[in-house]
């Protein structure tokens, strides 16, 4: 009996945290128990980007989206949608104006994304490799075997315009042009999946949802480079990921798309996954290589670059996960196709992980050049709460700070460089009046200098000294002459440093000091925190006209410092507050007060 | 000149299944951290003992062994709790508490950041970006994740783990 509907459910990380495996079952189940079973086929696939609303299950043919689906809802689904063909309203998607999206056409999320690296995630089963296959799968890397030489490869990404996606945006066509004209009885290729940025999860998306995808890059990549070998190194934190990985590698050897004689051209190239042990260190390049070799991750200064001699000496193009995820799509559709979406010099798209302080969270996918504002208000749906927003934090612990005037700038390499900060990987975290910038920042800190490998000088006492004077700052104990040294120490830091964790930890102490010396002062000269995040610069009291003498924050108090009568206004006793905010936020009348 | 080891202090038994993982990386280049990934697996962090066996095993000198695991974080040289909770502190989870979730486990259990609880339960670790940056703020408990964590909730959540 021929299909009547295809039912997807997510299975990304995220909505498998919210019991997605779970749905899957119950749909599996209810499907038999009403004997339609043959007549749906239910697929868990990988991440639809809508993670603020998951998990999210999909109906076709008629592109239905549901959200925030509950295990205990799967038995409505099968009997009202699949069996009855009547969508269950109340898990459609509401839009702003409280109305059911039918699709996700209808939901302003999705409207101005452009996937192309996420082009099978949410839409395929990744581990079936026919149905990569079905949506084109392999397809480029048939047309490169057959029909192009190795040089064609490299000038069909050269056209294109491809950068990398990892952040400093090498152009890949000639990363790969240096590794084939070293001459070498090896060369290797890699894939930078060891995803450490906090706050960024797109590698890790497109892994879980289209595996294949990097497979079929990495195999073009020792075609055109003439290397016979790939390592995939992965984070160990990623299990779902890497289990994914290695069921892609196994069906791709058993139908020849891997191997030894690939396709039956004689062509051979077969890949290893090697986990990562959580140093964030090892994103760099060199660290990368020195890990797989089994040691500790520490940089080793360039040149010699990885295309002369690398892993193991040999000739080696390091490639991120998202840059390759582009390259299938190049081959098929040609560089000039990719080369006509994004700005002058950046080409095609970039997918960002939307996170912080934001509506819809998410993974969104938009061509370069889009701005900030369409990225925070269109696609993120503005700030939670209606609060305002204040800054976008874009390329991890190595980027900077934007503040609300760079909103409508359009999203480039060199845009974002030029503001301080970077591409990064693309994490995109939102931050509103609640955030304290100095906070933040000592965060990055902490994670830098806890993430220096310790080899050189600059990073390893530049870094800590940056973030004892961050400290003083949030303490209020800082001294404007702290800030000219803050200064001095980053642009030694910048310089001096071995590999880019060293060079780029000051950007975002320098970013913030450019954009928001204001908060620096509030917290240097006023002894404040606009935001009330800075605990030593935080007084909390009670308003005696508003109290009503409710008790209610006396019991939330953990340190019990709250006094008074009930229906009397109460009293906090500041020599034993832990300044904790539990009584701000019990209080329903507005009477508890921050300064 | 012979290399010489430390004795094992305790005897160690590995699984069949270990022992022909280690026989099959033995000599490939690079091995090292994917063994110690097996061998951390197998028991949970990377007992002394355990270490030392593995370093006759795969011929490689016990300094190094430890040079590698001190410098990844991923690597444990003590056992974590039957539950081990980690509390992501990635940028999103920060922002939305995730400190305060350490604190109030503090509270609760009564052992701060990579400490054990006395009955061996419960074992708190600070995470990285588990890239449930959605669900901000993020916990894992026994390797099940809890998102959108209100640190009000957490007494509920360890009582379904103190059951088991």
Same mark, same amino acid.
């Given at each position: 009996m021929a299909l009547n509907n295809?039912?997807?459910?997510?299975?990304?990380?995220?909505?498998?945290?919210?019991?997605?495996?779970?749905?899957y079952k119950k749909l599996k189940e209810h499907a038999e128990k009403a004997g339609i079973s043959n007549q749906v086929q239910i697929v868990k696939t990988g991440c639809f980007g809508f993670c603020e609303?998951?998990?999210?299950?999909?109906?076709?043919?008629?592109?239905?989206?549901?959200?925030?689906?509950?295990?205990?809802?799967?038995?409505?689904?099968?009997?009202?949608?699949?069996?009855?063909?009547?969508?269950v309203k109340e898990l459609l998607y509401k839009t702003a104006d409280d109305i059911a999206a039918k699709s996700e056409a209808d939901i302003k999320f999705y409207q101005k994304q452009v996937r192309i690296v996420l082009r099978n995630c949410g839409i395929i089963d990744p581990e079936n490799v026919q149905e990569y296959i079905a949506r084109d799968g392999y397809a480029a890397l048939e047309k490169v075997l057959f029909e192009m030489t190795p040089e064609k490869v490299i000038d069909e990404l050269k056209k294109s315009g491809l950068r990398g996606r990892g952040g400093a945006g090498f152009p890949t066509w000639l990363k790969w042009t240096n590794t084939r004209a070293t001459p070498a009885d090896q060369?290797?290729?890699?894939?930078?999946?060891?995803?450490?940025?906090?706050?960024?999860?797109?590698?890790?998306?497109?892994?879980?949802?289209?595996?294949h995808s990097v497979l079929e890059a990495m195999t073009i990549a020792g075609f055109a480079m003439g290397a016979t070998k790939g390592f995939i190194y992965i984070r160990a934190e990623y299990p779902l990921a890497i289990h994914r990985l290695e069921v892609a590698m196994k069906q791709s050897r058993e139908m020849g798309l891997l191997g030894k004689n690939i396709l039956g051209s004689g062509v051979e190239f077969d890949i290893e996954i090697r986990l990562g042990a959580g140093a964030f260190v090892c994103g760099e390049e060199t660290a990368l290589m020195q890990s797989i070799e089994g040691k500790r991750g520490m940089p080793v200064p360039k040149p010699p670059f990885p295309s002369v001699s690398g892993l193991w000496g040999k000739p080696t193009?390091?490639?991120?996960?998202?840059?390759?995820?582009?390259?299938?799509?190049?081959?098929?559709?040609?560089?000039d196709w990719f080369a006509s979406i994004g700005t002058a010099t950046s080409k095609g798209t970039k997918v960002f992980a939307l996170t912080g302080a934001i509506n819809n969270s998410g993974l969104v996918e938009v061509p370069m050049g889009t701005t900030l504002r369409e990225i925070v208000y269109d696609i993120g749906g503005g700030i939670k709460g209606g609060k305002a927003f204040k800054a976008v934090q874009s390329g991890g612990p190595s980027g900077g700070v934007l503040s609300t005037e760079f909103l409508d700038t359009p999203i480039d390499y060199e845009s974002l460089t030029k503001l301080g900060s970077m591409m990064g990987s693309g994490g995109l975290i939102v931050m509103s009046e609640d955030d304290c910038i100095v906070d933040v920042v000592r965060f990055y800190l902490e994670f830098s200098v806890e993430e220096s490998c310790g080899k050189c000088a600059p990073c390893r006492i530049g870094g800590r000294k940056l973030l004892n004077l961050v400290e003083k700052v949030t303490k209020g104990t800082a001294t404007l002459a702290d800030i000219d040294t803050m200064k001095q120490i980053s642009f030694a830091m910048q310089r001096a440093s071995l590999c880019m964790l060293g060079g780029t930890t000051p950007n975002p102490v320098l970013s913030t000091l450019k954009y928001f010396e204001k908060e620096y002062m509030a917290h240097i000269i006023d002894k404040k925190c606009p935001a009330g995040k800075c605990k030593d610069l935080v007084t909390y009291s009670i308003d005696k006209e508003k109290c009503i003498g409710c008790t209610v924050c006396a019991r939330k108090c953990p340190q019990g410092c709250i006094t008074g009568e009930r229906k009397q206004p109460h009293e906090i006793d500041q020599s034993k507050c832990i300044k904790c905010g539990a009584c701000f936020d019990a209080c329903k009348f507005g009477a508890v007060l921050v300064s | 000149m012979s290399v010489q080891t430390l004795p094992a202090q305790e005897s160690v038994e590995f699984s069949p299944a270990l022992v022909s993982f280690i026989e099959e990386w033995k000599d490939k280049p690079g091995n090292l951290i994917m063994v110690l990934h097996r061998l951390q697996e197998e028991f949970g962090y990377l007992p002394r003992a355990a270490v030392i066996k593995m370093s006759?095993?795969?011929? !490689?000198?016990?300094?190094?062994?430890?040079? !590698?695991?001190?410098f990844y974080h991923f690597f444990k040289l003590n056992r974590p709790g039957k539950f081990n909770i980690q509390v992501c502190l990635g940028t999103a989870c920060y922002l939305k508490g995730g400190q305060d979730i350490i604190q109030e486990l503090e509270n609760l259990l009564g052992i701060g950041v990579n400490q054990v609880t006395d009955d061996g339960l419960f074992s708190v670790e600070a995470v990285r970006c588990v890239g449930c940056c959605g669900l901000a703020p993020v916990a894992v408990v026994g390797g099940e994740v809890f998102g959108k964590v209100d640190p009000e909730k957490l007494p509920e959540i360890l009582a379904k783990f103190k059951g088991v």
């Open positions: 295809y039912c997807l459910v997510c299975g990304g990380t995220g909505c498998e945290s919210s019991k997605s495996d779970d749905i609303k998951g998990p999210i299950v999909k109906i076709l043919p008629d592109e239905s989206f549901y959200v925030e689906v509950k295990p205990s809802d799967a038995e409505k689904i099968v009997s009202e949608h699949l069996v009855k063909g009547r969508p060369r290797y290729v890699i894939c930078n999946a060891d995803e450490g940025d906090p706050g960024a999860y797109m590698d890790r998306s497109t892994l879980e949802g289209d595996p193009s390091i490639n991120n996960v998202e840059t390759f995820a582009n390259v299938p799509v190049i081959i098929l559709k040609g560089g | 006759q095993m795969i011929d !490689v000198p016990l300094a190094k062994i430890y040079g !590698v695991i001190t």
